[in-house]
């Protein structure tokens, strides 16, 4: 009989864990929808117990965030992913309103994509398109080596003001960076809309 009784209450606190993980990834998703203007996002926090973690840890060793269809400007981003290290929350917040406030992140690694259809590459190749990044966080594109604009992907909350490394196969270019510690435009971003 007291082994079927922990057994029901284990299995009660792995729900309860569950459930509270799942509320926080959606809060965050959430916060990034708004604050980056993303069509949706999506979270996942690699952590069990969760609640252990949060409640006796104050904060999580890693969390995935992905944002998709994010404009900048005149452009549509395919993806902004921030893979986030060492996240600490404000606890308080978290179980009184049930809200998710970031409060630090030790490293964070910025994944921006961006995917021309096949039309555009095609276009883009035959006009000798180049794609750079002259400053932190911006994208120069240039035509026949010369630059027609620059975007800065820092308006984009999540994106902080980072070098870019630039790479480019086929129709889709990926520009990353990585930032320790993570600025409060990023941590803002994963807390609530701004």
């Not at 994106?159 to 600025?183: A, E, I």
């Amino acid at each position: 009989m007291v082994l079927a009784v922990a057994l029901v209450v284990v299995a009660i606190l792995v729900v309860l864990d569950f459930v509270a993980k799942g509320i926080a990834e959606r809060a965050i998703s959430k916060n990034v929808e708004r604050s980056a203007h993303a069509q949706s996002a999506h979270t996942s926090i690699s952590s069990f117990p969760f609640v252990w973690d949060v409640a006796v840890g104050g904060g999580l060793d890693r969390i995935e965030v992905s944002a998709d269809q994010v404009p900048v400007g005149p452009l549509q981003l395919d993806r902004i992913s921030v893979d986030a290290h060492d996240v600490r929350f404000d606890r308080h917040k978290l179980w009184s309103d049930q809200s998710v406030q970031v409060t630090s992140v030790g490293q964070a690694t910025i994944t921006v994509v961006a995917q021309l259809s096949s039309l555009e590459g095609s276009v883009a190749s035959g006009l000798g398109v180049g794609v750079s990044s002259p400053a932190p966080g911006q994208v120069a594109i240039s035509v026949l080596g010369r630059t027609v604009t620059t975007i800065d992907l820092t308006r984009i909350p999540l994106v902080p003001r980072c070098p870019l490394s630039v790479s480019h196969q086929g129709t889709t270019y990926t520009f990353s960076c990585t930032v320790s510690p993570v600025p409060q435009s990023v941590l803002r971003a994963l807390s609530r809309g701004s």
